[in-house]
């Protein structure tokens, strides 16, 4: 090919963006047909019931009336001050379990899991997770030169799969030192599925199980991006009450992201963050997160830690913006449970769904089904086993309508076979 010098790793193949494709379908079809005759569900973004993306009031007002040297100035590679302690805050509130928290800011959850896929695991290694994951885990995986496994997401109860999941470390650890393990939950992006603190406490045990080996070492990722849109706050994080006492070549990685709890999806903030038991372990994590930082992004969008900072360590403001994003939540979980129920009306089998922004109809042929609900004017997201519809960004009269269509559809391409 003449003119293209790019290196071979970099010549791959290029896959279109299916969520993006399907979205720029949709938004054509309501230009032409008009909104309500469109349920666009491709984006992972919250829009109100006029189509508005939401936005936490006090999240903007802070961006607003931000001073010109706040807005533009670099912040320290480590984070702003105040940074470490506001993550703290968000996460854990006052009971931060006994763990030495460190936490260095990344552009948004997804630099977090750049970091950890890179620092956690070496050339040619797997990255396990489930079934059902958030489509650029492998993209990253790929990038760093990593792999991504997966292992059966549920039982045949709906619950999480400890089998499956024992099977594929017992598999992973055959072949490599290392054994880095992403767990999407609360709220899983894509199926809404959030552990029990139960189901958290088996994970556990399994580490511990593949730790009496010394020689290895064992990282948890808890991605919890979705954390503040599941049970109310206390609930929500009882799976951390599970990650102490934790053998010492062990550590628990948390993925932090601005992008949902504070509405900033745009302006890219969020942490890596650890849970460790010893000050000097979190030492060397923080000096191998910033030396990435440095190498990589080097320091990240200052106004976003500001907002973070200003928000989480004055009790009034976090209030405030706790009460405005509480009012978010409960308009998306309504929104989510009237999906479940029209589905359960029309016999439409989904995943387990417990909170979220997103529910998971599994089927085969993916593909096919989300082509041919673009025919229904339903717009959905292909999976590799399922299509993923997005409560968080559809009104509540269109999660009652789409369960209906979606069955149709499915029993005609049945019909056809
Ligand atoms: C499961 C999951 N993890 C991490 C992220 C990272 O989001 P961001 O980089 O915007 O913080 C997302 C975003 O959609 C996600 O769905």
New binding site residues.
């Given amino acids: 090919m003449r003119y293209v010098t790019l290196a071979d790793h970099a010549l791959r193949p290029q896959q279109k963006d299916k969520i993006f494709e399907a979205s720029s379908r949709a938004k054509a079809a309501i230009k032409e047909l008009g909104e309500e005759n469109v349920i666009n569900s491709t984006l ?1 973004e919250c829009l109100d019931d006029e189509g508005r993306l939401m936005v936490l009031p006090l999240v903007e007002e802070r961006i607003r009336s931000m001073s010109i040297e706040e807005m533009f100035s670099y912040a320290p590679i480590a984070g702003v001050q105040g940074f470490n302690k506001a993550v703290e805050v968000a996460l854990f509130g006052d009971n931060n379990r006994g763990f030495v928290i460190e936490a260095v800011p990344t ?7 750049r970091h950890v896929v890179w620092n956690y695991l070496d050339m040619g290694e797997a990255v396990i997770t489930t079934e059902f ?2 489509g ?2 492998k993209g990253i995986c790929e990038e760093h030169g990593r792999k991504l496994e997966t292992f059966s997401m549920f039982n045949s109860q709906g619950g999480f799969n400890l089998e499956a999941l024992d099977e594929k470390m017992a598999e992973v650890a055959e072949r490599q030192k290392q054994i880095l393990l992403i767990l ?1 939950t609360p709220a ?3 199926t809404g599925y959030t552990m029990t603190p139960q189901e958290m406490a088996g994970v556990v045990e399994l580490i511990r199980k593949y730790a009496k080996d010394e020689e290895r070492k064992i990282t948890l990722c808890l ?1 919890v ?2 954390i503040d849109y599941d049970a109310e706050f206390e609930e929500s994080r009882r799976i951390f009450d599970e990650l102490t006492d934790m053998p010492e070549n062990t550590m628990v990685t948390v ?1 932090f ?4 709890s504070f509405t900033m ?1 745009g302006l ?3 942490a890596i963050v650890c849970l460790s038991p010893t000050e000097e372990a979190a030492r060397c994590f923080k000096d191998a997160m910033t030396f990435s930082s440095r190498s990589t992004w080097s320091n990240v969008i200052r106004p976003a830690q500001k907002v973070l900072v200003d928000i989480c360590l004055d009790e009034d403001l976090k209030r405030e913006a706790d009460s405005q994003r509480e009012k978010f939540r409960q308009i998306i979980t309504k929104r989510g449970h009237t999906f479940l129920e029209e589905a359960g009306r029309a016999g439409l089998a989904c995943c387990p769904y417990k909170h979220g ?1 997103f529910i998971t109809v599994p089927y085969e042929n993916a593909d096919k089904l989300a082509q041919a609900l673009q025919e229904e004017q339903v717009y959905v997201v292909p999976l590799v086993k399922g299509i993923r519809f997005s409560p968080c960004a559809v009104t509540e009269e269109k999660c009652r309508r789409a369960p209906g269509i979606i069955k149709r559809v499915m029993e005609r391409l049945e019909g056809e076979a």
């Fill in positions: 992972g552009p948004g959850g997804c630099g977090a899991l994951y958030w650029p885990y999407n899983n992006n894509p991605d991006s979705y993925i992201s601005m992008s949902k999806c890219r903030c969020g922004f």
